[in-house]
């Protein structure tokens, strides 16, 4: 019997797999991930997220503001989908401040470290914005 534990033992074995179908794997980092898609336009977003889907319903920025909150409520640590998210946000229309709203609002049920980190992925975004 092994004293290797499995858990260890079958992530060696997935972390060896992927090294030999790409030697770049090894040095792979999720940072940066969300530039391999790209920004939607306004209308697109509109038709798939807002009111295409339900004329009555909520707009594609609201949608884009809920999704913000819910991932800074959780703690801020999908940092590609809240940087995503900010792009696609200021592609339909929401303001710094409506995003900075947004965040803030979610400190008081997330916390201060949360709001605080998805405020500072969202200024990276911002400020990459105003420099392109």
Do not use: C, Y
Not at 29 to 40: A, S, V
């Amino acid at each position: 019997m092994s004293d290797q534990n499995p858990f260890e033992a079958m992530m060696k074995m997935g972390q060896d797999w992927a090294k030999s179908m790409n030697v770049d794997l090894e040095a792979f980092t999720p940072k940066g991930f969300e530039n391999l898609w790209p920004t939607m336009p306004k209308e697109t977003m509109e038709m798939f997220f807002g009111k295409g889907v339900n004329p009555d319903g909520l707009d594609a920025k609201t949608r884009l503001l809920l999704t913000l909150a819910g991932l800074t409520v959780l703690g801020a640590q999908a940092e590609a989908q809240i940087r995503l998210t900010v792009r696609h946000l200021t592609e339909a229309g929401a303001t710094k401040q409506e995003i900075a709203e947004t965040i803030a609002q979610m400190g008081m049920f997330g916390g201060v470290p949360a709001m605080n980190k998805a405020m500072q992925l969202a200024n990276e975004v911002l400020e990459k914005d105003e420099t392109a």
